[in-house]
Every structure is written in C-alpha cells, then in structure tokens.
C-alpha cells in the first residue's frame, strides 16, 4: 500500500496569519451576470488596527481585477495586486485602536473557486475553507469574524439568497434587475458569506418567532417538504439540548444544483439538490443526518468557530455527533448506535487504506486534506465517548458553558479542555491527549474461559494495535448474562494486557466487552458458539445483535445458518435484518437460498434490498426469475437498483437486452439508471463499454456518470483506450464531483498513461481538492509502477 501521509499530511506545520487589524464589518454591492458568468461590485471592509505605524493593509484577493481602492473619505488609494493579494498603501500611518474603511472595485469573470456558475440557471458560493478570496477581497481566514451585509442586483425572476435578514428588495427596472439587501447583525466568519442566486419557490414556516425557509425550484415545494420537514423538531431539540436557544433571526436551507453536500452558511445552509425527495424516495430514504449536521453547525462552526483549521473538529465532530444525538431523540437508540457504528467503519476504512494522523492536526498539504474521516467520524466518536465519561447531566452543563462562554468567538480545543475542568474538576487533559492530540486507536483480543471449580470467570484483554500508542488507557464495562440475570463489572484498561477473574454465582449464558459501545475500537473477542447465539437473541441493543451475527457469519455451518435465520424471524430492527441478509449472502449456503428467497417479500425496503443483494452472491442463473418482479417495478427505487445489479451477477447474456431497456428510467437522484450501469458493468459483456461512455456525457446525471466511469474501470485490461477516454474526461471543469471521481478512477486503475495528464492538472488547477485528488492518484500509479519494476 502506498504510504500517503508524507505528502497529503506533510511535515511543515501551518500556523493562523498574523492580523494587523480586527474585521468589524463587509458590505458587498455587486451585480450579478449570470449569461457572462460574472460578479461585478464593491467590497467596504471596515476594520479596526491593533497597533500604530503601518503604512499598508492586504487583503486576500485572488484572479480578480482591481479597478480602484478608496478609503472612508472618499480618497483613492494606490495599491499593488498581485493575483493573490491587494496590497493598499494608506494615506497615513494607523493608529492602534482607530477604526478604517477600505472600499474595493472588482470583478471576478467566469471564477474556478469561490462562486459557482452551474447548468440550471444557478450560481452559488463556496467559501470552506479558503475559497471566499477567489469571490470578494477579504482577511480569509476562520479566526476573523465580523458583521455583514449582501447587496446583490440579480436579472429580474431570480432570487438572490444571503445571510441574515432581508431588508430591502426593489426592481431596477431600466436594468432589468430585481435588488436584494441582506444583513446579518450577528459576527461571522468570512468563508461563511454566502450568496446564492436562482429560481426559487419558498417553502415558509416559523419556529419560536424564526423564520424557517426552504428555497426549492419552482414545483418541487412537496419534494422539499420531505426533505427538510423536520428543521423544527431539530431546532427545538437543539436549543433546549445544548442550553443556547438558536442565536439567529432566521434558517433557511437553498437547494443548489451540482452542490456537493451541504454547508453551513451562517442562517442561510447552502443543500445538495438531493435533499429534494419524491414521494417514492421518502420511503427509504432522508437525509436527516445531513439536515441535522448543517443545523448543529450554527451553534458549533458559527456561533463558535475554530481559530484555525487545524482544530476544524470543533466544527465537524459536534456536527458529525449531533447528527447521531438526534437521530437518537428521533427515531431510538438503536437508530444511532447503528449509525455511529457505520460512521467509525467509514473512519476505520481511511485509517488502514489511506492514513492515520492525529484529530488536531496544523500539518497539512492543503486545508482541504483534513476535512476527512478523522475530522468527521473519528471526531464523533470521541466526543461520544467523552458523553460516556461525564454522564448526561455533566455532558450537558459542560456543552452549554462551552457555547455560552465563547458564542461570537473563535475557539481552540483548549478552550473546550478548560470548560471541561471548570465544569467537572477533572484534568481532561489526558483524554484529549490520547484521542484528540494522538492518533490511533485501541485493538483488543479477549478471550474467556470459565473455571468450574472457582466458579470464576476468566478474561484475558490484550491489545494488539501495532502502532503507537501501544497502550490506550480507558474505563470499560463487563457485563456477564445468564437465565434471567446480569452482572456489569467496571474494569479500568491500563496496560498492554489484562487477566481478570470475576466470582459469579453460576457459568454465564454470555458476556460482553463494553456492551453499550461507548468506545472507538476493534475487537476480536474470543468466546463459545452458545454465547453468540445467547447474544443475537438477547442482545441489549442492535449493534451487540449485529456483532453476534457477523460473528455467527465466521462460522460457515449449518447451525449458525440456521441460528442466523431464526433471528432474522424473531428481530424487529430493520439494521439487524438487514445484516442477517447480507451475512448470509457472504456464507453462500444452499440451505440459506429457500430462506432468501422467501424474505423477498419482507415489507421494509432497506431489509428488501439486503436480501436482493444477498441472493446476487449466489450468482444463480435462476436469480433473474426470482428478481425480475423487482426489478421492473418495486415501490423502492433502490430496490429496483440492487435486483438489476443482483440480476447481472448470474451472468446471462440475455439480460443485456432488458438492462439497456432498463436505462430509460427515471428516478430520484438517477439511482435506478446508476444501478443499472453498474449492473451492465457486471455482466462483462463488451458491448457495454460503448454504453458506459454514453453516460459519462454531461448532458446525463451526476450519479449515472459517476457510476458509468467506475464501469469502466473494470474493462480497462481488455480495451486499452479506456485510459485515454478517462482522462481526456479531465477537459471538462463545470463539475467538481466528476473531476474528482475521474480522478479516483485513474488512480485506481493504476495505468502510467494518466501520469502526464494527472501532473498537468494537478499544476494547472487552483482547487486544492482537485489538486489533493490528483497527487493521491500519482502517487498510487508511480506505487504501482515502482513495485512492478522490483517484481520484474
């Protein structure tokens, strides 16, 4: 495996600027061109110095023309730019605490970064982490915060959508232009602005005296209904949760073509179009988690903010964690101990394939490497297991001194260990050390054993993690089960390994190793067949039901098939069905198969999918019979999606036809049209690579593309103008997710060919996550080569 932390994590540390001045307010009066492709204005950036004698201020201001600089007076100002940066001289030295006004004539023409002109009529802005430069002059870094204002001159039938509240809107009419003056009275961070222009309807609702909006192309109100119906039940729970009722005037969520997720906006979260649900969409699919992220950002990435962005998961792990809190309050326990289960998978994956580096981390290649997996999950999961530690009531309390004590401020992670000390007494210190300041994370082997003549069971804990540190330090439970009772034993985890021995009254039906799954870990626990059975029966939540099946899956035996499926019967969580199914898709039993198939009718479409998914391992060439049904017409769309693609794996020439045919469908968010091409990419069959190439053209969905090039990734070894049709994909720049998923794909197929083009773009681009995406891919494909070079 290539090792890519040296060069996407680097060994320079990256430090906040210096700033000479404090940034009080941004007054931004621009037009807005949307045939040309062009923002056209002024920025006033009032600013008051810290010290006395400087003669110049910057601003960050790249790819912009300049076209004059004046001062509060009206006086013109001389000023040098040079495509980064605008360097003013000022009329007079400053004075320290004295207050000054720059205002700055630009123009920014057909912009890479910053604001996005996109197919559909839309143009919005992108300022995380350092993009708001490249759309206004501004001090772009996330420890300057001030009051704002948009004055955006919009052609007439389009909205302009900002921070803050509206308080103007007039028609130009000689312009053909309708006016909207926005102003947020509250200090934020510059990468925060944000302007988005389209064709909206609104959807409107009031929670507590706020305005809740959702902006929506015009006939989809339903679609954003379903979508982002539950912002009122969030906003109540977090305000009430956290102890700071939501600090803003207003919400709004604008829908944006071609926007790759969400992103918090101060007031005004900027969503993925994806949010829209249609009516068949809505029934196995929400996007509550990302609703939920972007609304706990207001308070955690807003209100607070980190000073720099090596401490970003002040913002993204609250996010990431208040996702899982409400999903808690909204649909159970076992809803958010399956997701934050999936979540530390997600951050397992990044840390064996790609990279293990600390939470807080100021070595970087770019801000963008560290909005990954560690940020995010891993970041959760921590602060998961720091709820365990305090307990609700002390969890709480400290949350609310922590935003109440910096609201409006920027904030570093000593800042939190401090609220935690003057809250609970305790030194938090260590944790953070272990878990935020260090990497890694805890591998425990446990093995039982029970001793007949002591009546004592007997565990041995060892951990196996190979990295440093070595030894992770942290309180555990034991619970041990048997007929009608339990016995929970606190342990402290404080070296390498463990022998305790527990005095129980009779040998136990079970025992468990942190039951409640409070702790980021892998663990290979060592016990009898009988315990995990005992466990996927009784098991206290979902995801200790799930450990027992997959471990049962370990077993490819009749018994534990047959245990497996007997709980599939019983289990009411839809996740532990679901995970039955694919278990037993892996084992691959004939005596499984009738079971299967007879689960095809089970009512709830995500455990309906499991099973389709499941009876494609089979590979049999009967699959097309049993599926077909759903294929043609299921009320789930990713049920359809999954029975092509389980259909394909039997390998029958005569279903290429019928998935062809299938490509005409249309769905939400293009799922039965991607299923289907991953399907024809399965089957094998050349005569798909014609087909794959068609839906890598712009004129078809994101997600059709998508999965249309990773298709052909798997023909390349057979048809050597697969690469050259891949990267001669990199011409096109309108869509950062498709460059980014070509890109990928190259690295992947690990084909020299790519080189040349890679290097290019990765030299030409100003996107560091483009540029982050190609140098990960060449570092894969010069991997590849040298490795091929010493096996040869």
Same mark, same amino acid.
């Given at each position: ?6 060069? @996407? ?15 009080? $307010? ?12 062009? +923002? ?11 010290? =006395? ?38 009329? #007079? ?8 006004? !720059? ?8 912009? %890479? ?49 900002? &921070? ?50 959702? *902006?929506?192309? /015009? ?5 954003? #209904?379903?979508?982002? =119906? ?5 906003? %109540? *729970? !977090?305000?009430?949760k956290i102890g700071v009722t939501y600090p803003y005037e207003k919400y709004a969520q604008v829908t944006a073509f071609h926007f790759p997720g969400g992103m918090e906006n101060t007031t005004c979260t900027t969503q993925t179009d994806a949010a829209l649900l249609d009516r068949r969409a809505g029934l196995d699919t929400d996007l509550d988690g990302l609703v939920a992220h972007e609304l706990a950002h207001q308070w955690f990435g807003d209100l607070l903010t980190c000073k720099d962005w090596s401490h970003a998961w002040l913002n993204e792990g609250f996010a990431t964690y208040f996702e899982v809190l409400f999903t808690a309050f909204d649909k159970g326990r076992d809803e958010a101990l399956y997701e934050l289960r999936q979540y530390s998978k997600t951050y397992f994956d990044e840390d064996q394939n790609r990279y293990r580096r600390?939470?807080?981390? &100021? ?13 995010? /999950? ?25 935003? =109440? ?10 800042? @939190?260990?401090?609220?935690? #000390?003057?809250?609970?007494?305790? &030194?938090?210190?260590? !944790? ?26 007997? @565990? ?38 463990? #022998? !305790? /021995? ?26 009898? @067949? ?22 049962? =899956? ?9 245990? +497996? ?38 009512? $709830? ?32 769309? $990713? ?86 049709y891949l990267t001669s994909l990199l011409k096109e720049k309108d869509v950062q997710s498709f460059t980014l998923g070509v890109v990928s794909t190259l690295g992947q197929i690990e084909d020299a060919r790519a080189l040349p083009v890679l290097k290019r773009l990765k030299k030409d681009s100003k996107d560091d996550r483009i540029r982050i995406y190609c140098e990960e891919a060449i570092l894969r494909i010069q991997g590849c080569s040298l490795a091929q070079t010493a096996a040869g």
């Open positions: 495996m290539v090792d890519l932390k040296p060069t @996407l994590i680097g060994d320079r540390p990256v430090y906040a600027p210096d700033r000479v001045a404090d940034v009080l $307010h941004l007054r931004l009066d621009l037009a807005v061109d949307m045939r040309a492709k062009k +923002l056209e204005g002024t920025a006033t950036t009032l600013v008051r110095f810290f010290r =006395g004698g400087l003669r110049e201020i910057d601003f960050n201001a790249v790819d912009m023309r300049i076209a004059g600089v004046w001062d509060e007076s009206g006086a013109k100002l001389s000023h040098r730019h040079d495509k980064k940066m605008i360097h003013i001289r000022m009329r #007079r030295p400053s004075r320290a605490g004295e207050t000054a006004s !720059f205002k700055i004539q630009y123009q920014v023409l057909n912009p %890479e970064l910053g604001a996005h002109f996109v197919e559909g009529g839309q143009m919005w802005t992108q300022g995380q982490p350092e993009d708001a430069r490249y759309w206004f002059p501004c001090h772009d870094s996330p420890q300057v915060k001030a009051t704002s204002e948009v004055i955006a001159a919009v052609p007439d039938g389009y909205t302009a959508v900002s &921070n803050g509240v509206l308080i103007d809107m007039r028609r130009d009419k000689a312009r053909g232009t309708s006016i909207f003056h926005w102003k947020m009275g509250h200090p934020h961070s510059m990468y925060l602005i944000s302007l988005v222009v389209g064709k909206f309807s609104v959807v409107k609702e009031r929670w507590r005296g706020v305005d809740v909006s959702y *902006y929506c192309p /015009e006939g989809r109100q339903e679609d954003a #209904r379903r979508g982002f =119906g539950k912002t009122p039940k969030m906003l %109540e *729970y !977090f305000s009430e600390p939470i807080v981390c &100021n070595r970087f290649m770019a801000p963008w490497v560290l909005f990954d997996r560690h940020l995010y /999950e891993k970041a959760g999961a921590v602060l998961h297991m720091l709820r365990g530690e305090l307990g609700e009531e002390l969890w709480w309390r400290c949350l609310k001194e922590y935003v =109440g004590r910096h609201r409006n401020r920027s904030v570093e992670t000593a800042d @939190l260990i401090e609220v935690l #000390r003057d809250v609970t007494g305790r &030194n938090f210190k260590p !944790f953070f050390d272990q878990w935020i300041f260090g990497s890694g994370h805890p591998a425990f082997r446990i093995h039982y054993e029970w001793s007949p003549a002591s009546r004592k069971a007997k @565990l041995w804990v060892l951990q196996t993690q190979s990295s440093e540190p070595s030894v992770f330090r942290l309180p555990a439970t034991l619970l041990f089960c048997g007929r009608n009772w339990e016995k929970p034993f606190q342990v402290q985890i404080d070296a390498k390994e463990h #022998r !305790f /021995e527990f005095k129980l009254a009779a040998e136990p039906s079970n025992v468990e190793f942190d039951p409640d799954h409070w702790i980021l870990k892998r663990t290979d626990f060592k016990k009898p @067949l009988s315990f995990w059975i005992h466990q996927l029966t009784h098991g206290g939540n979902a995801v200790s039901r799930i450990e027992a099946a997959e471990a049962l =899956g370990r077993w490819p035996a009749a018994s534990s098939a047959a245990a +497996l499926a007997d709980a599939f019967g019983r289990e009411k969580f839809w996740a532990v069905r679901k995970e039955i199914a694919l278990i037993l898709g892996r084992q691959r039993l004939p005596q499984s198969l009738p079971r299967l198939r007879g689960w095809l009718r089970t009512p $709830h479409p995500k455990v309906r999918r499991a099973v389709v998914e499941a009876l494609g391992q089979y590979r049999a060439p009967d699959a097309a019979k049993w599926l077909r049904p759903l294929f043609r017409r299921d009320p789930s769309y $990713h049920v359809e999606s999954a029975a092509a693609q389980a259909m394909a794996k039997g390998v029958s020439p005569a279903l290429f036809p019928e998935l062809v045919k299938n490509l005409r469908k249309d769905s939400w968010w293009d799922v039965v049209r991607a299923g289907t091409i991953s399907a024809l990419t399965l089957t094998r069959d050349p005569r798909a690579i014609a087909v794959l190439k068609r839906h890598c053209a712009k004129r078809h969905h994101l997600s059709a593309r998508m999965a249309a090039v990773k298709g052909l990734k798997e023909f390349h070894a057979a048809d050597p103008g697969i690469v050259p």
